[in-house]
């Protein structure tokens, strides 16, 4: 059972098991990654009905560039497909679809189908439902490494004002709320390069349940044992 009162602000997660939930059906992956789309529509409806204000989800990184091109080529259809069928009920939902990851190199048609959404749901203020699409956490920080350099050099910013939090602010997250709870799926410990600076204090749950598998139930499990963490900050409770 969870309590409504400590429900994370914000959840990430890193959908992983794809690929192994369609081995294991003698299927091809991108099987595994139709059904994976499938539980971001179960998964975000279940977190809009929770009160979750954010949910990240990691959709690709910006080294799934290296699989073969077939795999990429469906990956980035997802998107599209998703928005196309889904986008109406998460209207409906007041979800408010963004995305953080270089949207630059995307196909225009990904590109098209994501920005639509981000507009069609901007004045939404419900959930936020936020794909990291061509998203690489490095990256990410380069980026605002450069950008503050920039903006000390032209006088936008003062050098002695550069604190943690002006890193926070530079990032594509700037404007969210930190993760409360990661969760990643399919039985990896690794952070593949996801939201390295944002998840300093989060709290970590790992599930051998593959993505596509992955249910409200194992989502209530996770915000369970959240719940039953003291949460310190490095102070003391
Ligand atoms: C990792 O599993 C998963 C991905 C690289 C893609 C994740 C994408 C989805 C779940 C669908 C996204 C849906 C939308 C709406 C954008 P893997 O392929 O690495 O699995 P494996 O480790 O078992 O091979």
């Given at each position: 059972?969870?309590?409504?009162?400590?429900?994370?602000?914000?959840?990430?997660?890193?959908?992983?098991?794809?690929?192994?939930?369609?081995?294991?059906?003698?299927?091809?992956?991108?099987?595994?990654?139709?059904?994976?789309?499938?539980?971001?529509?179960?998964?975000?409806?279940?977190?809009?009905?929770?009160?979750?204000?954010?949910?990240?989800?990691?959709?690709?990184?910006?080294?799934?560039?290296?699989?073969?091109?077939?795999?990429?080529?469906?990956?980035?259809?997802?998107p599209e497909?998703?928005l196309?069928?889904?986008?109406?009920?998460?209207?409906?939902?007041?979800?408010?679809?963004?995305?953080?990851?270089?949207?630059?190199?995307?196909?225009?048609?990904t590109?098209k189908a994501v920005?639509n959404?981000?507009?069609?749901?901007?004045?939404?203020?419900?959930?936020?439902?936020?794909?990291?699409?061509?998203?690489?956490?490095?990256?990410?920080?380069?980026?605002?490494?450069?950008?503050?350099?920039?903006?000390?050099?032209?006088?936008?910013?003062?050098?002695?004002?550069?604190?943690?939090?002006?890193?926070?602010?530079?990032?594509?997250?700037?404007?969210?709320?930190?993760?409360?709870?990661?969760?990643?799926?399919?039985?990896?410990?690794?952070?593949?390069?996801?939201?390295?600076?944002?998840?300093?204090?989060?709290?970590?749950?790992?599930?051998?349940?593959?993505?596509?598998?992955?249910?409200?139930?194992?989502?209530?499990?996770?915000?369970?044992?959240?719940?039953?963490?003291?949460?310190?900050?490095?102070?003391?409770?």
């Amino acid at each position: 059972m969870i309590s409504e009162e400590g429900i994370p602000v914000h959840i990430a997660i890193i959908m992983d098991g794809n690929g192994r939930w369609a081995k294991k059906r003698a299927l091809p992956r991108i099987a595994g990654h139709n059904e994976g789309m499938k539980t971001v529509r179960e998964i975000t409806r279940s977190a809009s009905q929770l009160g979750v204000k954010v949910l990240t989800l990691y959709a690709f990184s910006t080294e799934n560039w290296k699989r073969p091109k077939l795999e990429v080529d469906f990956l980035m259809k997802l998107p599209e497909e998703f928005l196309s069928t889904f986008l109406p009920e998460l209207i409906e939902e007041n979800v408010r679809v963004e995305m953080i990851g270089d949207m630059e190199q995307l196909p225009d048609h990904t590109k098209k189908a994501v920005q639509n959404a981000m507009n069609r749901t901007a004045e939404n203020d419900g959930l936020i439902l936020n794909f990291a699409l061509n998203y690489g956490s490095r990256t990410e920080l380069v980026q605002a490494v450069k950008s503050i350099i920039q903006d000390v050099k032209e006088e936008r910013l003062a050098e002695q004002d550069v604190t943690d939090a002006t890193i926070s602010r530079y990032l594509m997250t700037g404007h969210l709320p930190e993760p409360d709870l990661l969760i990643r799926t399919s039985g990896e410990h690794r952070l593949s390069n996801f939201m390295l600076w944002q998840l300093a204090y989060t709290e970590f749950f790992f599930t051998d349940v593959l993505w596509p598998d992955f249910s409200e139930k194992h989502l209530l499990e996770a915000i369970a044992s959240y719940q039953k963490r003291s949460r310190r900050f490095g102070g003391l409770s």
